[in-house]
């Protein structure tokens, strides 16, 4: 039990709460809501200290059954940070558990949802990104109930589809759309995002960015553009809304740099001629996971 052994007084809080509240229910919604989707899924405590917490989106339109995994970081005895991690659309892989130790080690759990299960199987038939963005929103609303994390000091970190995603949640719009008056994320985190779309349509709108602070990792060998889309979304938000994201590029990298395993080619039309590419690269892998924690620390822990 790692990460969870010496947490034991928070961790009854967070299962009494999950008790008191019926664990499954969507925010916001009444447990008794004969169409409010329900799950047969409880909160599920592994031998490794895992919490397996099942939640609705925010979006009513949309009946998936939605689960994350929450890691608690060990030996905390006042509630923690916290940050969302969104997987790519290869689902959760390796590129969480890759993070995963040097983020709980720092005191900021860990909070890994799943949004591909029952939802798509591939880039052909993967919902659009902006589908997603609330049921992001649906799990920082959902770890605000627990005792065990801090409400005030959760962030969002995301790979590709991930990253798309928690760079979306820092738009204005987005946020009043599934938020109203309630504080969003605190910092976003996107590794290779696929920024192209935000230069072609003016999905940011007139209520600009939240204003939460933001880094962005790429390589410039990416298949989606990002050598190239990225500094341009760059200019883009400090020239149109006079907001400053934090990038950081690595030569020759590819889509998939920080995914330890073997590389390999497939259909996307999100990519390139529709072809995707991804490539493990430790140099830059092991450079954003030192810089992506320093981020989250300066901005969940240190404010």
Not at 65 to 91: C, D, F, I, R
Request: proline fraction near 6%.
């Amino acid at each position: 039990m790692r990460y969870f052994s010496k947490t034991w007084q928070l961790v009854i809080l967070l299962f009494c709460s999950f008790a008191y509240s019926g664990c499954a229910v969507a925010p916001d919604q009444p447990q008794s809501s004969s169409d409010q989707p329900q799950t047969s899924a409880k909160m599920e405590t592994t031998k490794t200290g895992k919490m397996v917490i099942p939640f609705t989106s925010l979006d009513k339109s949309q009946t998936y059954q939605l689960h994350g995994t929450l890691y608690l970081p060990e030996n905390k005895q006042t509630p923690s940070p916290a940050v969302v991690v969104v997987h790519g659309t290869t689902g959760i892989d390796e590129r969480g558990t890759f993070y995963r130790k040097a983020i709980l080690d720092q005191g900021i759990a860990f909070f890994e949802v799943d949004f591909k299960t029952g939802i798509f199987t591939g880039a052909l038939n993967r919902p659009k990104n902006t589908s997603f963005v609330p049921m992001a929103f649906a799990a920082l609303k959902e770890l605000r109930k627990l005792p065990a994390i801090d409400p005030t000091r959760i962030g969002i970190m995301g790979f590709s589809l991930g990253g798309g995603v928690t760079v979306r949640t820092a738009f204005e719009s987005y946020h009043k759309k599934w938020m109203g008056d309630e504080k969003g994320f605190i910092a976003h985190a996107a590794t290779y995002p696929v920024c192209k779309p935000f230069l072609e349509h003016s999905e940011i709108g007139s209520d600009g960015l939240t204003g939460a602070p933001m880094i962005i990792f790429y390589g410039t060998e990416d298949s989606y553009g990002e050598g190239k889309a990225v500094p341009q979304f760059k200019k883009l938000l400090e020239e149109k809304y006079n907001f400053k994201v934090e990038t950081v590029e690595y030569a020759g990298a590819a889509h998939g740099f920080n995914r330890n395993a073997p590389s390999f080619s497939y259909k996307d039309p999100a990519a390139i001629n529709e072809q995707g590419y991804v490539a493990w690269n430790e140099n830059a892998a092991n450079d954003s996971r030192i810089k992506l924690v320093d981020f989250l620390k300066k901005n969940l822990i240190s404010q």
